[in-house]
């Protein structure tokens, strides 16, 4: 596979182009930024942790039949992916009380929310990927509500599998922002990532931060961190 020109670059990813128009190559890069960008950084191996933590949790959710857009890592920060038509649209889904979700309603963070919240930002950096709601999505023609109630289906599908794999490894899924896209033939399916950049993820026992929280708050080692839910994972999927 040839990786050709490239065609997207954003904070945490390059997109590159292959001799195949459907196959993409995702280059992880090892930039960190937290607070729309206000706060940048650079960790030595961040891409190649987020990638081989990606590539597992893909593999994960296809093998429990979630679409998605991943195709097979080909090296330490690469990896295939469907080409994809992104939906701006962040699902963000919230099992436990945490970051903005705790300061908007006044929720200790850490409280174990009643029910599964699920939440949407519109993917706009000049505005600040505000929190929309459905009539924002109809008004703005995001996607059509059978596509959005389809998304919202497939975000919590993800969230049982993802619950159920993180408990396997001893982590506490807090909550986790999803992207989703459709593919040169029109399918709907999930994309961009999952990894500690995306998903709030503290031990199962002492509540430690091992996710992007460490950058953000200035708590912790991020290699470190992204390291120990990487063998975590490796644990937990070949023993599961």
């Known amino acids: 596979m040839q990786k050709g020109q490239l065609v997207y670059e954003g904070k945490a990813k390059r997109l590159y182009e292959t001799e195949y128009p459907d196959v993409l190559v995702v280059e992880y890069k090892n930039a960190l930024t937290a607070f729309n960008g206000q706060k940048k950084a650079e960790e030595q191996g961040k891409g190649a942790l987020n990638n081989k933590i990606s590539s597992i949790l893909f593999e994960t959710l296809h093998q429990a039949g979630v679409a998605n857009h991943w195709v097979k890592q080909i090296s330490e920060d690469e990896q295939l992916v469907k080409h994809t038509k992104i939906i701006p649209i962040e699902v963000v889904v919230r099992n436990v009380a945490a970051g903005s979700l705790a300061k908007r309603l006044g929720l200790t963070e850490g409280h174990q929310l009643g029910q599964t919240v699920v939440e949407y930002y519109y993917k706009d950096d000049e505005l600040g990927d505000p929190l929309i709601n459905e009539d924002h999505i109809k008004l703005l023609n995001l996607v059509d509500s059978d596509d959005l109630a389809r998304m ?56 430690e931060k091992l996710d992007k929280d460490v950058f953000r708050k200035g708590i912790g080692s991020v290699e470190k961190s992204y390291s120990t839910v990487l063998e975590r994972l490796k644990g937990g999927v070949s023993n599961g």
């Open 152 to 207: 919202k289906d497939m975000a919590l599908v993800v969230n049982d599998c993802l619950l159920d794999c993180f408990k396997q490894c001893d982590l506490k899924l807090i909550d986790f922002k999803l992207e989703f896209g459709y593919d040169r033939s029109g399918e709907l399916m999930l994309s961009d990532e999952i990894s500690p950049d995306t998903c709030r993820l503290w031990d199962i026992e002492t509540n």
